[in-house]
């Protein structure tokens, strides 16, 4: 796990997680576990994470894949297998060792959730259909999802078993076919409207040229797997596409953690930031106005600033009397960051007021988000200049925001004489909006 992450971890942690429980309650997560971690350390945790999950009331469904079992069967049989990722055709003896590494991957899922105190069913909800002939390849015996009978799937997870569903799927006619586990998985979540699709696969989550992507919108994604599909490694390309994919179909999120790390599902799924890729809609982050109900959270996380003198204190009052002025960054329902846009006598003149980041995320691109958004919105609202203070983040406004410096002459006469009063010898900043 982050060291960070556990460093920051206190008692008063648990209210947050607290607050995170219904969140997802009854909603029902597809998680796809990437065959190669029944054989690594963090394999029981994981099967643990999900009874926390199932005993949170989250809705569990869970797929695996076999592109590891098929490779260490073939290397131990020394068979000459035609793929092995289930993006390629299989033949005979592939899909033969497949069906003999789906066996044996269930069979350690289910005993893990046996010990974990879980009851599942291994089920055949999916019916498959022949991929058939892809660019004059014949895919010969690879399948895709034809049909998948989510009422089965409800009836098991209604009655709190977890179905647990493998990539080896039968044709109407009962052919046994090998499909793609991360597209299967997709498919599971868009037909179930999961609330979250889930990859644990045996790496990091994804980067985009060597840099790593913890939150990435779905237009970002689309658009480098489009036009520079390269930038991503190609073991996390399958899993990256089919995110795109599902997420385009409505699923909210889909997650790419390292199923290695022990923790990291709970932590994705209960940390505000997160561990590993999260590729979302748009309508998952957001800056949007206050509200009245947002007073509280608002006074207590700015308050910390205070100590430091980096903020002005403003006490539930203030914002009381000038929560119209006020937009806050909010990720998945929870306020990040928040920003003011104080107005004046003269209409002309907005001042950029409370600009402030959580601490866990800081240096994340939200601050100048938020001002950016500030100064779009005061352009749009027809003002002339926006001016700011600050006393500690003279180089954010001045280097980073594109702001210049300037003397107390600028302020309105109002602001002025607050200044003056406050003895905070602040700096004051400005741009000019309609140049
Ligand atoms: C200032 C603040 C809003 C920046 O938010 P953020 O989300 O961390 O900022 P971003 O991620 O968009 O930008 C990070 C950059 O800002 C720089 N930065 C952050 N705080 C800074 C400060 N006090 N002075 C100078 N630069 C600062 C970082 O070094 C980083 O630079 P880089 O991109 O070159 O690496 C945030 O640090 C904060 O809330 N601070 C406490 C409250 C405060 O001081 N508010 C301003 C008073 S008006």
Known sequence: MNPDLIQELTPA????????????????????????????PNFANILLDIAVLKNLQVKIVLVFGIGMEIRRIADQAQLEISDSSGEGPTDNITLEAGIQAAGTIAHKIMQGLTQAGLQCVHCNALRATKVGIVKGIDQQLSGKTDRIDTQLIHQLIENNVVPLVSPI?????????????????????????????????????VSIHDEFALNITVEEIRSVL???????????????????????????????????????????????VGIGTMVYGN?????????RSDIPILFQITRKATFSNELKLRTIED???????????????????????????????????AVFVQSFYQGRGVGKKLVTFAIEESRRQGKKRIITLTTQTADFFKELCGFSETDKS????????????SKRNSKIFYIDLQE
Not at 283 to 291: F, L, P, T
Not at 320 to 335: P, R
């Open 226 to 272: 489009n036009t520079n599909p390269t930038a991503l490694l190609d073991i996390t390309r399958s899993k990256a596409r089919q995110s795109v994919r599902a997420v385009e179909a409505g699923v909210p999120r889909a997650h790419i953690i390292d199923g290695r790390d022990s923790d990291s599902l709970l932590t994705e799924i209960f940390h505000q």
């Open 319 to 353: 914002f009381e009397k000038s929560i119209d002025h006020f937009y806050v960054y909010e990720i998945d329902g929870t306020i990040i960051g928040t920003i003011g846009l104080r107005p004046f006598n003269d209409p002309s003149v907005v001042e950029m007021e």
């Open 410 to 421: 600028i302020l309105p006469q109002e602001r002025a004489d607050e200044l003056a009063l």
């Open 13 to 40: 942690d648990l209210r947050g997680i607290l607050r995170y429980v219904p969140q997802w309650r009854n909603h029902i997560f597809v998680i796809s576990m990437d065959g190669a971690l029944i054989r690594t």
């Open 169 to 205: 799927a039968f044709s109407r006619l009962g052919e046994a076919l090998r499909l793609n586990a991360d597209a299967v998985s997709a498919d599971l979540a868009i037909a179930l409207k999961a609330s979250k699709l889930i990859y644990l696969s045996p790496f990091k989550g």
């Open 283 to 291: 309508d998952y982050m957001q800056i949007r106005k206050a509200h």
